[in-house]
């Protein structure tokens, strides 16, 4: 299946966890594709994995909240490309912590990242996009908008600023040619959840030492099948910015094996 075939991909957070799956699995569809990061170790490891694509594939430093940076590396990625196509704003971190020992810094930190990242990033891919061939956009939201997961209130503010933004964008460009959607994982094993990965960008939760366990029960994939691979994200994003997904726009899919139902 070669749905990318042609076509331009910029994936944030592409040094690791889901951000890392959509790279491969765009570059196994064909797709020509620059994986960008804060983390030079997590792109060097995504190039290793990702070796029998190496001509298609350009990795790329961004700290996504840096205005500068995304100015700059947005701006080499389309001139790497020719042009863009598809955006997937896969960049994120999460941060735990009882809501009363959480600094302010702690907390706009991750808004800075998740909410405000997103949206310079999109920015500054819009003028491309609008140039491009069936151009689409996919964020990068989370169960976590819609439910009580707790320890994670920045955590949730963020993600549900994107998936709010998401429907805004979405209208507005509706009659330009740009679709935007958004991903809500959960009971997902990646480096953002269990703490292993290699991207700056990608930390792990870092639950409270005395946290309650017990407020977690409910958050148990329903399928009975334990975490899934961050490739079950990745499969879906794909799906959303090919053009599987042309009649799809304004909406979030959730991808949590029924824990929310």
Same mark, same amino acid.
Do not use: C, W
């Given at each position: ?56 594939? !350009?990795? *790329? /430093? @961004?700290?996504? +909240?840096?205005? &500068? ?5 947005? #701006? =080499? ?40 990242? !997103?949206? *310079? /990033? @999109?920015?500054? +891919?819009?003028? &491309? ?5 069936? #151009? =689409? ?125």
């Amino acid at each position: 299946m070669n749905r990318y075939e042609g076509r331009r991909v910029l994936i944030t957070g592409g040094g690791s966890g889901i951000g890392q799956a959509t790279v491969l699995r765009v570059l196994a569809e064909g797709g020509s594709v620059v994986a960008a990061d804060v983390s030079e170790r997590g792109l060097r490891d995504t190039a290793e994995k990702a070796a029998g694509y190496a001509d298609r594939l !350009t990795t *790329l /430093v @961004i700290d996504v +909240a840096d205005e &500068a940076s995304v100015r700059a590396g947005v #701006a =080499a990625a389309t001139a790497a490309l020719g042009g863009l196509d598809v955006l997937v704003n896969a960049a994120g971190i999460l941060r735990s912590s009882h809501a009363h020992q959480t600094s302010l810094e702690e907390f706009t930190r991750v808004l800075r990242v998740n909410l405000v990242g !997103t949206f *310079l /990033v @999109i920015r500054e +891919a819009i003028p &491309a996009l609008l140039a491009g061939r069936d #151009a =689409a956009v996919v964020n990068f939201s989370s169960t976590s908008a819609a439910f009580a997961h707790p320890y994670m209130a920045a955590y949730a503010a963020s993600k549900g600023g994107i998936q709010s933004m998401t429907h805004a964008l979405a209208s507005e460009y509706a009659g330009r040619g740009i679709r935007f959607t958004a991903v809500q994982p959960g009971s997902i094993s990646s480096g953002m959840t269990d703490g292993s990965g290699a991207s700056g960008t990608s930390s792990g939760p870092g639950l409270p030492a005395d946290a309650d366990m017990t407020l977690f029960a409910k958050l148990s994939p329903a399928l009975g099948q334990g975490f899934a691979g961050p490739e079950t994200v990745a499969s879906v994003v794909a799906m959303l910015g090919s053009r599987d997904g042309a009649f799809i726009t304004g909406t979030e899919i959730r991808v949590d094996g029924g824990t929310h139902f």
